[in-house]
């Protein structure tokens, strides 16, 4: 079992910055790549951003490539999500997940553990 919590969601103007923390335990997290989503209300849960065990690779979805940015710390079982220049659009609860294995994936049912979520709210 991998425990994930979430955390640094808030509210912030259009064009701001919020860094997203995601604190695991449970198993060595080197041994997971580590994913975000995010769900809108109404809407299904999509793929924001994935990294593998390394920290060598990661992968963005074309919506937030070049705004936000992926970082882990296998030291301190965590992983940052830094988002900047946030929109409206970004409004959303943020999961925080993990799967088994080095590499980074996209695809949501490849991810095992799931965080609560954190609540990120963008005003225009």
């Known amino acids: 079992q991998v425990q994930l919590v979430e955390s640094g969601g808030g509210l912030v103007q259009a064009g701001g910055s919020l860094r997203l923390s995601c604190a695991a335990s449970?198993?060595?997290?080197?041994?997971?790549?580590m994913g975000w989503f995010r769900q809108a209300p109404g809407k299904e849960r999509e793929f924001v951003a994935s990294i593998g065990w390394s920290d060598s690779t990661t992968v963005y979805a074309d919506a937030v490539k070049g705004r936000f940015s992926l970082s882990r710390d296998n030291a301190r079982n965590t992983v940052y999500l830094q988002m900047n220049m946030l929109k409206p659009e970004d409004t959303a609860v943020y999961y925080c997940?993990?799967?088994w294995g080095p590499g980074i994936s996209t695809q949501l049912l490849a991810y095992t553990y799931w965080g609560q979520g954190t609540q990120v709210t963008v005003s225009s």
């Open positions: 449970g198993r060595t997290f080197s041994n997971y790549g």
């Open positions: 997940a993990a799967r």
